[in-house]
């Protein structure tokens, strides 16, 4: 079992920037590739980004791609979601999830984890 809890979410202002965090606990974190999803109110969980194991690769949707970047710590069992220049549609409840093999494409589909946070909250004003 892996647990995992995200944390970093506020209230900004457009323009602005956050750090999200995923800690986790339980097996090697290190073993498992973590994606970042978020979900606005009314609408279905969407796919952010995804790194895989290492941090060697990762990929991202084309509407955060240049703003956002995922990074990881597998010494800290952490992964981050630094997001930039933060517009008011980017507001939604940040989750990561996590799951053994990193595989483009099918990290975007949220029933491929295993593993879910229980979200933290991002609210961007304009």
């Known amino acids: 079992q892996v647990q995992l809890v995200e944390s970093g979410g506020g209230l900004v202002q457009t323009g602005d920037s956050l750090r999200l965090s995923c800690a986790a606990s339980?097996?090697?974190?290190?073993?498992?590739?973590t994606g970042w999803f978020r979900q606005a109110p009314g609408k279905e969980r969407e796919f952010v980004g995804a790194?895989?194991?290492?941090?060697?690769?990762?990929y991202y949707t084309d509407s955060v791609k240049g703003r956002f970047t995922i990074s990881r710590d597998n010494a800290k069992n952490t992964v981050y979601l630094q997001m930039n220049s933060l517009k008011p549609e980017d507001t939604a409840v940040y989750y990561c999830?996590?799951?053994?093999?990193?595989?483009?494409?099918?990290?975007?589909?949220?029933?491929?984890?295993?593993?879910w946070g229980q979200g933290t909250q991002v609210t961007v004003s304009s």
């Open positions: 790194i895989s194991s290492t941090g060697s690769a990762a």
């Open positions: 339980g097996r090697p974190f290190s073993s498992y590739a």
């Open positions: 999830a996590a799951r053994r093999t990193f595989t483009y494409g099918a990290m975007g589909v949220s029933r491929n984890y295993d593993y």
